[in-house]
């Protein structure tokens, strides 16, 4: 006889393995909703992290936590495999994958696409943040680092100690940014001249989200992908270094408590 | 060996966290400061060191690799412990921010594209390719063919 207090107890005790195998599931099905229901409109990966926000907020609503689905006692791993150690070290894992030569490529256009890239976002998620009455610098620079990617984000709200909801917010902020690009990315793409590696490695400088330039520009067109990606890796590494340094800084100097 | 590559993102990841958490320390912020973009900094010049003197084997790099290809899952899972539900209350803010970027970004593609004047589109490219290789076929040039 298998009671279900038997399968939680080995769910529980191999806590980051369930984790594993419920992402895993996670990943699947965002895959193949990808594939038969947008037709690779929209990225996997864009709607497996929607899927693992709508979770939250479900987990959130049943336990009345502040860890969303970690705090499902079943789904402890999941804030082992989604915490700070984890998270820092796979994100600088994908930095391996920049090839410095092929970056100079990019040249001047695509440094100066990477910094306004940066900057723009950033400016213009913070406005929305003031205009929705946030006034402490700590949750105007998360939010404005979340319309940066939904990565610097997090990253940028963990360093400077912003609450749970703010971090939430700025993910949220990534995450519909990356859906936009990818959605939008094939109907204004004669209209910015999308046409030519040039313009590509600009996009990916200026849009960032590697999911959402990758999915945006496989949309448009497929031989665009790499040099769009190109830059768009380092764009995350630029916001990782900048949004909590010395955008925080100049954002704590404007608006200071 | 595949712990090796694992090691060697481990240290890059440690030294980026001790510099951020030093470079905060010194600017006054009590926070880890760009750890994480000190840690890429640092991986990226550990694999340009290693490639060209040759060390870098191919057990090593897929060590680093595996968890490069975990990052969109570690993503997922972070997403998944947010407190989405505070979040939600605040909503109209998201779409604002999000939408008013992607615009903005789009407008500025546009404008810095053009600022290099016109250049080749992918298909010109493909298409003169196409016929450079014809051209070289024709001429009976033999050896490395033109990719």
């Known amino acids: 006889m298998i009671a279900p ?32 229901l947008t037709l690779g409109r929209i990225h996997g990966s864009a709607i497996a992290i929607l899927i693992g926000l709508a979770l939250a907020f479900f987990g959130g609503l049943a336990t009345g936590g502040k860890s969303g689905l970690a705090d499902v006692p079943v789904l402890s791993g999941i804030g082992i495999m989604g915490g700070a150690m984890l998270r820092d070290f796979a994100i600088t894992a994908t930095a391996f994958e920049v090839d410095i030569d092929k970056a100079r490529q990019a040249g001047l256009l695509g440094v100066l696409a990477l ?29 404005g680092a979340g319309a940066i990617t939904y990565i610097v984000g997090p990253v940028t709200g963990a360093a400077l100690g912003a609450s749970s ?26 209209l910015i001249a999308l046409d030519n590696p040039r313009s590509a490695m600009v996009f990916g400088g200026l849009m960032g989200t590697v999911s959402g330039v990758s999915g945006g520009l496989a949309a448009t067109d497929r031989r665009l992908v790499p040099y769009g990606a190109l830059t768009a890796t380092f764009h995350t590494g630029l916001g990782c270094l900048v949004a909590p340094t010395l955008f925080y800084f100049l954002t704590a100097a404007v608006f200071h408590r | 060996m595949t712990i090796s590559g694992v090691a060697i993102l481990a240290l890059c990841t440690l030294l980026g966290a001790f510099l951020g958490d030093l470079l905060g320390h010194l600017l006054g912020a009590k926070t880890n400061v760009g750890g994480v973009g000190i840690g890429m900094i640092l991986l990226i010049a550990a694999r340009y060191w290693l490639t060209r003197h040759k060390r870098l084997s191919a057990p090593a790099k897929s060590g680093v690799e595996f968890w490069g290809a975990l990052y ?3 993503v997922v899972a972070m997403a998944a412990n947010q407190n989405v539900v505070a979040a939600v209350k605040s909503g109209p803010m998201v779409v604002v921010a999000a939408a008013a970027s992607v615009a903005v970004c789009f407008a500025a ?14 298909d010109e490219i493909e298409a003169r390719e196409r016929a450079e290789a014809g051209a070289a076929a024709a001429a009976g040039l033999a050896g490395e063919p033109v990719t």
Request: proline residues 6%; hydrophobic residues 60%.
């Open chain 2, 72 to 74: 969109i899952p570690i």
């Open chain 1, 5 to 36: 207090s038997m399968i939680a107890h080995v769910l529980e005790t191999n806590a980051l393995l369930t984790a594993f195998a419920l992402v895993g599931v996670v990943m699947w099905l965002s895959a193949a909703l990808s594939k038969y």
């Open chain 1, 165 to 190: 909801p703010v971090i939430a917010l700025s993910i949220a902020t990534g995450v519909l940014k990356a859906i936009l690009v990818m959605v939008g990315t094939p109907l204004v793409a004669k």
């Open chain 2, 109 to 122: 593609v546009a404008l810095i594209s053009r600022l290099g004047g016109p250049t080749e589109t992918m």
């Open chain 1, 115 to 143: 910094c306004l890239g940066t900057v723009l976002p950033f400016v213009v998620g913070v406005t929305a943040a003031l205009a929705f009455g946030y006034r402490d610098p700590v949750s105007l620079c998360t939010i």
